[in-house]
């Protein structure tokens, strides 16, 4: 049997490359780190610490940019956590309430309190990803 020892990256297509970098690097702060030099299509590699999201233009994906369930989730009552989305640990909830209402990035939920005191809050990427941060209790 073989161990999985950590997530890679997250690899999510985009309508504009440089509006997404614009939200990830300028609003959440990753840094945009180079790519292979043979990756000659339109996309790019951010990372903070050992988190890593690769973009890829909608142009050359095999899909739209987002999630379908985007539209649903304003329209139910049920909990954000069982959408599809990925999750980024964080260190300072209130810091990033703080950013978010900055850069008028509306939050879909949270700040909530869960199971063992971790806190998770979501926002909506400009292409309708969703992403969770959580915080884990010190």
Known sequence: MFTIHDLNHVNIVVKDVEAAKGFYCGVLGMEDVPRNASFTFPGAWLRSHSAEIHLVQEDVATHAPGDASYAVAATTDKDLAFSRHFS????????????????????????????????????????GHLIEFTQFPE
């Open 88 to 127: 980024l640990v964080i260190d300072d909830t209130e810091a990033l309430v703080e950013q978010l209402r900055k850069h008028q990035v509306p939050i879909a939920s949270g700040p909530v309190e869960r199971i063992g005191g971790l806190v998770q809050t979501y926002c909506y990427d400009l292409d």
